[in-house]
């Protein structure tokens, strides 16, 4: 059974930082490329980062890049997601998610919370 289970979110004044966790289970975590999105309340889901399989290359939406930082423990089964410099906009849930045979799994995403 896949399971995907997100923590490290909360409260956080703008400016400050947070590291999110997700801990994979269910399938073969280091063959594949796991992906964060967020999604603001009101707001359409929006990728933020990627990571390939082996950790190698990353990708991020144009709005972390600079702030967040993706990476993997495939020791650990655990994609990390490093968010600095924080910003009110930045308020969202946040998913863990992987493709697997076409079909895209989530967890049940952290609430982040930027404010004064």
């Not at 947070?18 to 309340?41: D, E, K, N, V």
């Amino acid at each position: 059974q896949v399971q995907l289970v997100e923590s490290g979110g909360g409260l956080v004044q703008p400016g400050g930082s947070l590291r999110l966790s997700c801990a994979a289970s269910g399938f073969m975590f280091s063959r594949y490329i796991m992906t964060w999105y967020r999604q603001a309340q009101g707001k359409e889901r929006e990728l933020v980062a990627s990571v390939s399989a082996a950790g190698g290359t990353t990708n991020y939406a144009n709005f972390v890049k600079g702030r967040f930082t993706i990476s993997r423990d495939n020791a650990k089964n655990t994609v990390y997601l490093q968010m600095n410099s924080l910003k009110p906009e930045d308020t969202a849930v946040y998913y863990c998610s992987v493709m697997l045979m076409g079909v895209r799994r989530w967890g049940q995403g952290t609430q982040v919370t930027v404010s004064p």
